[in-house]
Each structure stands twice: as C-alpha cells, then as structure tokens.
C-alpha cells in the first residue's frame, strides 16, 4: 500500500500546472491503482491461509523534491525492485518451510507481474537520459518527448 501511496504522489506532482505532464500523471495514477490491488489481493491470500497482518504507519512519500520525469521513473524503479526483493526473499522462505502452494501464488501473482514493469520502467529512463530529461525543474522538450510516449504506453 505504501508504494501505492508513493505512485499517487507523484501523479499527483505531474498534475501540477507548472509541470503538467498530463501523460506521465495518468501512467503513475494508473500504476498506484494496479499497486493497491495488488496489495489488496496479497492481505486476501494471508488471510485466507490463516496468517495476520501486522500494520504500520504509512509515512508520508518522499517525493517532495520530485520536479522532473526522470527522478520520478528513479523512485518508481526503486521501489519496484524493493518490491521484487522482498517477493523473492518471501517465495524463497516458502520454499524452505516446505509451503509449495504459496511460492507459487506469490511467484506467478507477484513476481512475474514485476519484472515486465521493471524492464518498462528501466526502458523510460534510458529513453529519458537520451532525449535530454535531466534531474532538476528545467524540463524542456525531453519531457514533452517522454509524456507523448507515455500516451503509446497507456493506451496499449
């Protein structure tokens, strides 16, 4: 849920009208939603094999300083690839306490979604770097380059 929280954030900073990047705003809310189903469908399977979910404080995102495309697509990866290190450490913990059933839900409902986002996601930052988006508030026509791509990527 947290990084479902951290997404709508940063939509939330691309929806802005001295960023607006209306694209980009529309790929991370859509990517925050599909994260808090997600999150929603993994307290379903723990419920239903018994266990309990011991919540926490959601703090909130650290995405404050986020005025450009490609620290936005930084934070995303990063999460995306905490996300797929916990899953494996989970799926491998299944494994060793003999809980076949469970490593392959947790395999094929949440590590195999990842990896194709954390390749598409790794993709726009390269194309980010090579069409000129930078780190700081500057924009530019890089930016713009990348929003019309994401329009390629929303409707697909």
Not at 109 to 114: D, G, K, M, R
Not at 127 to 150: H, W
Request: charged share 25%; proline share 4%.
């Amino acid at each position: 849920m947290e990084v479902s929280y951290r997404l709508e954030g940063l939509a939330k900073i691309f929806e802005q009208s001295d960023l607006s990047l209306p694209r980009v705003a529309a790929y991370f809310h859509q990517e925050s939603v599909k994260e808090l189903e997600r999150a929603e469908a993994m307290l379903k399977y723990l419920s239903q094999r018994g266990g309990k979910f011991c919540g926490k404080n959601i703090q909130r995102p650290v995405t404050e300083n986020v005025c450009a495309v490609l620290p936005g697509l930084e934070i995303m990866l990063d999460q995306w690839k905490e996300e797929m290190s916990v899953m494996v450490e989970l799926n491998q913990l299944a494994r060793e306490y003999g809980d076949p059933h469970t490593a392959s839900v947790i395999k094929s409902q949440f590590i195999e979604p990842l990896v194709p986002k954390v390749k598409l996601v790794g993709d726009l930052l390269t194309s980010a770097r090579r069409v000129g988006c930078t780190s700081d508030s500057t924009g530019g026509f890089g930016e713009y380059l990348i929003d019309q791509l994401q329009e390629t990527l929303t409707t697909a």
